[in-house]
């Protein structure tokens, strides 16, 4: 339960930085709000209020069931395909990030009818906490898979080798 307990606590936290962040946002830079946005780095950096009914990168606009429907699938997927990761921290803690940004995302879907996006870097698309945990958590699971790769190739070149040396006697 110890792997389990790391991917509940990392998605917990994930999912209430989330919606807190969010809840600032719709405050303090929604329309109507007293600001329109708030400048971190001039010409690069900004948090802007955004209403994205689309997926990543604002892909298949108002398309909001549909991508609720399958963010819970991915969700759904996630746990059992990769179930077996959670023995080792880094591969909870990486189902963990995909989770808590899967369901914050998910929870504005059916909050709100859309995601609610608010970082944004002046050459990429505006997104969220949890778009950012998302893509941490992926970028860390395929680290922890294609170490698990090596890590099995190594096993099995060694165990061909102590196999040949015990022919060989």
């Known amino acids: 339960m110890y792997g389990w307990g790391i991917v509940a606590g990392v998605a917990a936290i994930v999912l209430v930085v ?5 809840a600032l946002v719709l ?3 929604a329309p109507g709000a007293p600001h329109a946005e ?18 990543a990168f604002g892909l298949f606009q108002g398309k909001n069931p549909l991508l609720a429907f399958l963010a819970f699938g991915v969700v759904v997927v996630l746990v059992v395909w990769f179930r077996e990761l959670v023995r ?5 803690l990486a ?3 995909q989770l ?9 879907r ?10 944004d870097f002046s050459f990429w698309p505006t997104f969220n906490v949890a778009d950012s945990a998302i893509t941490i958590g992926v970028l860390l699971l395929l680290y922890v898979l294609l170490r698990r790769e090596q890590q099995e190739s190594a096993r099995a070149t060694q165990a061909e080798r102590i196999d040949a040396e015990q022919q060989i006697r």
């Open 18 to 22: 989330d919606q807190l962040s969010k």
């Open 100 to 108: 808590g940004g899967a369901v914050g995302n998910l929870v504005d």
């Open 38 to 55: 708030v400048v971190i780095v001039s010409g690069f950096l900004r948090l802007y209020y955004v209403e994205n009914t689309g997926a």
């Open 88 to 92: 080792f921290w880094p591969g909870a």
């Open 110 to 119: 059916f909050r709100h009818g859309f995601v609610v996006d608010f970082i």
């Open 95 to 97: 189902l963990g990030l």
């Open 27 to 29: 405050t303090f830079l």
